[in-house]
């Protein structure tokens, strides 16, 4: 019987996608007769800007063994308990979106209607101060998550800011000592076969030729496989979202790291700032066709209080996605896959699902075409629902102040994203799509902050006096307090991590 198993896996790219998908893959198929191989050449380079994580970036380095506080000192990490987005949805407006729940739902009615039941009586206060991941992140205090919350208001999950490179360097021996090999040359071409235009090998600048059976292009935005020999085609969502630059730079940092991200609005576009142990990493967003690239570097510029370390880089992209992530034998995983903007901190996340994608349809060398299809499915619908939530940022927003706002505000949006927010708008339903990244408390979160509130709450909630309650909700009030209050600050939780006696 002929074998039609993988025997050999050529990964071209290195950076965060290509050592994150190295490191699983030679983890996962450990104990199959499988090679890997990464090639790496020094005209691809990283984009730098996927500082800042979500939770599920703890998962996929805890399912290679690795624990949270060696990653952290290995990557110079603070941690993240979510985003604060300042002047999105007017000029001096803020709101945050936690890795967290909020407050209990009772009786089947989620917490966010009884909230309404109250503000309809004039009750005013916001539903931030019934999550403890929210809480903590505002004081700047940082705990481990309780194994056994006694609510789902204490249940929140964290995230960290880290040093892409060192994290990529970090994969990178674990990768190798796993049996990796690797090849630090340049891609000359891509030789296809003749019969059915797979890929046969890669011709190598120095001469060598390497063969495979399967390979995953992490080459970044040119998508050298994928795009370049495939000729796969783009799928792209410039009519949504606007910003199509990004201009990036790291500083000293003399602050104390917040244990959160902050994203701030500006007239064409947002900036990020990401607190790490030993600096700080910088951005700005930007359509440019709103505003020139010297203006946006200079927005940037002058709004960081700390020397700056390099010069500000700028970044070019199409927001959208490769219209197959796998086509043939190559399969695309991080940018050359896709690129939709960091506002929600997604980039690395993608490349996660992408690599758990990999693993769940490995596929033989028959390359099922069903198998192809799910594959990219699923790929599919998870980037557009990230789309989906990140467009409603600017969709939401009520800023009228500059020509890229008016637009925004008044543009058409996918169509299921305008059937969610019709549902939630009548009654406060939350739709729940499959593969969708962004859980119900996160769109509670984005909806509350752009004050984009049901017309109606579910009249099971009627249940409950008002007086009772306001009563049990002074209660979750002190809880949470009272909480905060006990925790160590983030300062001090980092001090430990690298072992600076208080």
Partial sequence: MVSKHINSVVIVGGGTAGWMTAASLSKAFAHL?????????????????????????REFYQKLGMHDIDVMRATN??????????????IGSSFFHPFALYG?????????????????????????????????????????????????????????????ALFADYLKDFSIKNGVKHVADKVVSVNLRADDGFIESLS????????????????GFQGLLIEGALKTGYEDWSQWLLCDRAVAVQSESHEIPLPYTVSIAEK?????????????????????????????????????????????????FTPGRRKKAWNKNCIAVGLSSGFLEPLESTSIALIELAIDKIRLFFPDMSFNEDVVTEFNYR?????????????????????????????????SVPDELSYKNRLFKSRGHLVKYPHEIFQASSWTSIYNGYNYLPDNYDPQADYFSNAYLLNVFEEMRASVKSTVEQSQSHNEFLNYISGIDP
């Fill in 204 to 219: 190598l600048e120095r001469g060598e030729k390497i063969n495979g059976d399967l390979f995953i292009d992490c080459s």
């Fill in 104 to 164: 209990q739902s009772v009786r089947g009615v989620p917490f966010h209607h009884y909230c309404m039941k109250l503000r309809a009586s004039g009750y005013k206060a916001d539903i931030s101060e019934f999550s403890l991941g929210v809480q903590l992140a505002k004081s700047g205090k940082f705990t481990f998550p309780s194994e056994n919350p006694p609510s789902t208001m204490s249940v929140f999950d964290w995230a960290l800011h880290f040093d892409a």
């Fill in 379 to 411: 790929t599919q619908v998870e980037y557009e629902r990230v789309r989906d939530f990140v467009i409603f940022h600017y969709k939401a927003s009520n800023r009228t102040d500059s020509e890229f706002w008016t637009y925004c505000r008044a543009m």
């Fill in 33 to 57: 007769p499988i090679s890997f191989l990464l090639v790496e050449f020094p005209t691809i380079g990283t984009v730098g800007v996927g500082e800042a994580t979500i939770p599920t970036i």
């Fill in 268 to 316: 064409a576009g947002w900036r990020w700032k990401i607190p790490l142990q030993h600096r700080a990493g910088n951005g700005h967003v930007y359509s440019s066709n709103h505003i020139s690239d010297d203006e946006a570097t200079d927005c940037l510029v002058k709004n960081i209080d700390g020397k700056l370390l390099n010069n500000p880089r700028i970044i070019k």
């Fill in 77 to 90: 990490a603070t941690c993240k308990l979510g985003i604060e987005f300042q002047n999105w949805n007017s």
